[in-house]
């Protein structure tokens, strides 16, 4: 996804570009298809509705020109508000169009950098061996994570601070959880849920160990009943305003965003499916009515430590000339890589030409996705740098709740118009490019 936008950007731009793709030579685990642009796991690219950050995101995408979008579009089957593709017909379309702009593909696969600058890489969530090992040496071992093990996020305003408070473990340091103390009954009555829930099966290339550290919630509750109060739900240093005693176990939540609009359940990492998180889940004293801006999961994945080694330009802070694009930049979904894909193709050309790149403003959706992927506060805390989705706790003012979106859509819009304008205008392409 992100590596066709990155080309398709970049070509429109005026660039000349050469991409490299293993397949029919290799194929991963999950791919069949000979074609570019090859969706894997679903033929859903979400939400059309702006009441979505999907929706949203695909708006701007449009408006930047998106080959991904226009192959959806001319592809698509009936979905209600989805926008879902027939998807050999989609990575067909998308094929044929890189080459009749004049992209060159080389079908050959790569293990090794190769010299010319810029170079953008776009190897997706199912990297191969070879170059995974080459990626690992060039960004150290800190810099390359190959699991995901993410925790739902909370939008703060659904959340139910009758019940929920505010607070630190022994008061020590600012209010800075979100806690949600529960009794013995309410805790029982937890695990007891969990314990039952229906968990997403792994994929059949999606074989992943569980380490310590990212244990799922409900593989640590089969431990033993009590594993979960002495582990991360542990009620140790608080009092329930409720009783004014300790509680018998406590949720924390912690702030994912400076706007402090999302809160991600701490430890929560899950394969519960998503209708079982959000009954489950809702068990928690305070978190009845929460809505969700992602959902939590457990699955194969390659991403960077972005916020440690990406500039807003995405390219890497020490080694200019090499920009990352898609889901391994730390986004999730596809529309979201092919989104970076986008970005990415633009900034690379601009950096070839002498031209300054400027990231689309955090009132975007995208820009939004930029700031959160690269800015230093997303790698803070005990959790790291965790990949995120389009949702509108993420974008600038996005946080309230649906009925005062409307002006954060259109401002977006605008915004994203703009950006677009001024990168036309810098790179001298008429504006009639979209």
């Known amino acids: ?22 397949k029919p030579h290799k194929f991963s685990p999950a791919h069949r298809l000979d074609g570019l642009g090859e969706l894997v796991c679903s033929n859903s690219l979400k939400s059309l509705s702006f009441e979505n950050g999907s929706g949203l995101l695909k708006e701007e995408m449009r408006l930047f020109g998106s080959l991904i979008v226009e192959a959806a579009e001319a592809t698509s089957v009936p979905a209600g508000q989805a926008l879902a593709v027939d998807r050999e017909r989609f990575s067909e379309y998308i094929t044929q169009k890189l080459i009749a702009a004049g992209v060159k593909i080389i079908r050959e696969e790569i293990t090794e950098l190769p010299e010319g600058r810029p170079l953008i890489i776009a190897t997706g969530p199912l990297t191969s061996d070879g170059f995974a090992r080459t990626l690992g040496e060039l960004l150290g071992t800190d810099g390359l994570f190959f699991y995901d093990a993410i925790a739902p996020v909370i939008y703060k305003e659904s959340i139910d601070f009758d019940l929920a408070f505010m607070g630190s473990r022994y008061d020590k340091g600012g209010a800075d959880y979100v806690n949600c103390p529960m009794n013995k009954i309410e805790y029982e009555a937890f695990v007891e849920a969990l314990l039952g829930a229906e968990k ?21 509750a089969e431990r033993g009943p009590d594993t979960l109060a002495f582990g991360p739900l542990r009620p140790v240093g608080f009092t329930d305003p409720r009783t004014g005693k300790r509680p018998h176990a406590l949720v924390q939540l912690r702030c994912e965003n400076k706007e402090e609009t999302i809160y991600n359940l701490v430890g929560f990492q899950t394969s519960l499916t998503r209708p079982e998180q959000k009954r489950v889940f809702s068990l928690i004293p305070g978190l009845k009515a929460a809505t969700y801006a992602r959902y939590g999961s457990i699955h194969r994945n390659s991403y960077l ?68 992927i690269t800015a230093s506060e997303s790698g803070e805390g005990k959790g790291g740098f965790q990949p995120m989705n389009s949702n509108f706790g993420i974008i600038e003012g996005g946080g309230g709740g649906k009925k005062r979106r409307a002006p954060v859509v259109e401002k977006a819009i605008m915004d994203a118009i703009s950006w677009r304008t001024k990168i036309l205008q810098l790179s001298g392409v008429s504006g009639s490019v979209r």
């Open 1 to 22: 996804m992100a590596g066709v936008e990155a080309a398709w950007a970049a070509i429109r731009l005026g660039a000349v570009v050469t991409i490299y793709e293993m």
């Open 200 to 220: 997403t099966r792994p994929k059949g290339f999606e074989k992943i160990p569980y380490f310590e550290g990212c244990m799922p919630v409900e593989a640590i």
């Open 305 to 372: 430590n972005s916020p440690l080694l990406l500039s807003d330009s995405l390219e890497l802070k020490e080694n200019s000339g090499i920009f990352l694009a898609g889901q391994i930049t730390g986004v999730e979904g596809y529309c979201e890589s092919a989104a970076m894909g986008i970005v990415a193709g633009i900034s690379a050309f601009m950096s070839s030409a002498g031209l300054e790149f400027t990231a689309p403003p955090p009132s975007t959706m995208t820009g939004a996705l930029i700031r959160y």
